[in-house]
């Protein structure tokens, strides 16, 4: 996995330096936060990277507190992240578990799998994109780039990001859980592409399955 990660960084880095993806910018510009993390992802789901970073700060602006979130009304939230995808629900939902927070929580975001997958809206790959880019706990949350990537990569051989990640905790050393999600997807928006990836740069493809089938 070592040599993986640092092929992907290298083949990034000589086709042009890639942008932060929208977690790690979260985290730097919340300075690691829980709760602003928490409800950045959850508002992240079917939305592009720069539109979640600019809505997320707009939210973050107006509601400084999870007390304060709990208790917005939906319509003013919505007037905010009106610009992303499923605004009507998101906003709905990010109050919702702002309340829970407030109330069942004292304000504090758990740090454990189970008991985030509890709250409404958070599945697996949120939960663990918090237990990431919040508490810096081993996780590997499974988007549909690095779902996507470890099938083409031949590192796993899965229907669903779920059992993506199941197997990936088995085969890759935890030292190298926290690295996987940021430089994967990041590895999928700029060169292992849906369609027409990048394998003419890729410094990884002698070792990629899909490669290795689809080059001839």
Partial sequence: MKNILKGMIETMNAVKPPRMTALRQLHDVENGDPFNILIGTILSARTKDEN??????????????????????????????????????????????????????????????????????????????????????????????????????????????????FELMKKVPQRYWLEIND??????????KPISPMCNVCKIKKICKYYKTNAS
């Fill in 52 to 165: 979640t970073t600019k809505v997320a700060g707009k939210l973050f602006a107006k509601y400084k507190s999870v007390k304060a979130l709990a208790n917005a009304k939906v319509r003013d939230v919505e007037k905010i992240i009106r610009s992303i995808g499923f605004y009507h629900v998101k906003a709905k939902r990010i109050i919702e578990v702002a309340s829970i927070i407030n109330t069942k929580f004292n304000g504090k975001v758990p740090d454990d799998l189970d008991t985030l997958i509890t709250l409404p809206g958070v599945g697996r790959k949120t939960a663990n994109c918090v237990l990431v880019y919040a508490f810096e706990k081993p996780a590997i949350p499974v988007d549909v780039h690095v779902h996507r990537i470890s099938n083409r990569l031949g590192l796993v051989d899965t229907k669903t990001p779920e059992e993506t990640e």
């Fill in 183 to 192: 430089t994967f997807v990041m590895f999928g928006q700029n060169i292992c």
